[in-house]
């Protein structure tokens, strides 16, 4: 009875359509997944395309920049020159003049101080050579010029208060040397007055 019940029931076409149509719908289900991932490929490559196009835009322009630069180096220009020289030796010469003014700042204030032992007199070239803008005009202009106190010259910097007699010594060393003489003794009894 029951295979007399499937007979009547089943009917080979509607089996095939039905079997048809399931392929068909997982075939259409697949296209359309199919499609959206090339969709999201397609917008993510163009996406990325054209941050790299914006890359390989802006080397390029860089590179275009950089060989224009390179050119306009290599063309022989007299205005360029003569800035160029006058740039480097402005550089050399105010170097050199910040650098004796510091020199002369450092001699000036161990002049000054020259009656002091030689630690004191060690610090005041130091003192001297880094505050030179202060030390040259408190010198020249208010001592000199204003108090009318000329500033005794012993040496380029004092620091050795003997005279040398060895020619290769007081030619190494003739610049840190110096004689003491009878000002600077009075100066000594002067600051010894003062602490007492």
Request: charged share 30%.
């Amino acid at each position: 009875m029951g295979l007399y019940v499937h007979k009547l029931t089943y009917d080979p076409e509607a089996e095939k359509f039905a079997k048809e149509q399931a392929l068909r719908e997982k075939e259409e289900e697949l296209r359309k997944k199919k499609e959206l991932d090339d969709k999201k490929i397609s917008e993510s490559a163009a996406k990325l395309s054209t941050e790299e196009k914006a890359k390989a835009d802006n080397a390029r322009a860089l590179l275009q920049k950089q060989q224009a630069e390179q050119a306009e180096r290599d063309k022989f220009d007299f205005g360029r020159l003569i800035g160029r020289i006058f740039g480097t030796t402005f550089n050399v010469i105010s170097t050199f003049v910040l650098f004796a003014a510091a020199v002369w700042g450092a001699s000036l204030a161990t002049n000054l101080n020259i009656y002091r032992d030689f630690p004191y007199r060690l610090l005041y070239t130091i003192y001297g050579f880094l505050f030179f803008i202060v030390v040259i005009p408190y010198t020249m202009l208010y001592r000199w010029f204003w108090l009318g106190k000329k500033p005794r010259y012993y040496a380029l910097i004092p620091l050795i208060p003997y005279h040398l007699d060895h020619p290769f010594m007081a030619f190494m060393f003739g610049w840190l040397s110096f004689k003491p003489d009878d000002q600077m003794s009075a100066l000594k009894e002067w600051e010894k007055e003062q602490k007492e």
